[in-house]
Nanobody, 123 residues
């Protein structure tokens, strides 16, 4: 598994971004996938996760209803559509592949990590 995250950038509050995470080795199709984020001075936190078949989606309370995670197995890519962005969403966003077929909110459940992409939301 080799994960490459992209799609971050600078956006005004209320705007939208879509993050992408591609597995260039095409070996994560049977793994749960997730997005985490880490703001300066804070611990890495769970954002959203999805099971290996695209079901069993889970979200952090802070993003429920605003963010949507999805995956395209044919493209070996996981997406995070982020709408109604808030300054509190500013962080480096990381995608991760789970050890299991389902996603988890526990950072320890993930074996492979992408390099991170910066999301900055201005007020």
């Amino acid at each position: 598994v080799q994960l490459q995250a992209s799609g971050g950038g600078l956006v005004q509050a209320g705007g939208s971004l879509r993050l992408s995470c591609t597995d260039s080795r095409r070996t994560s199709s049977n793994n749960g996938m997730a997005w985490f984020r880490q703001a300066p001075g804070k611990e890495r936190e769970f954002v959203a996760g999805i099971g290996w078949r695209g079901g069993s989606q889970i979200y952090a309370d802070s993003v429920e209803g605003r963010f949507t995670i999805s995956r395209d197995s044919a493209k070996n890519t996981v997406y995070l559509q982020m709408n109604s962005l808030e300054p509190e969403d500013t962080a480096v966003y990381y995608c991760a592949a789970a050890r299991a077929a389902v996603a988890s909110r526990d950072v320890g459940a993930y074996r492979y990590w992408g390099q991170g992409t910066q999301v900055t939301v201005s007020s």
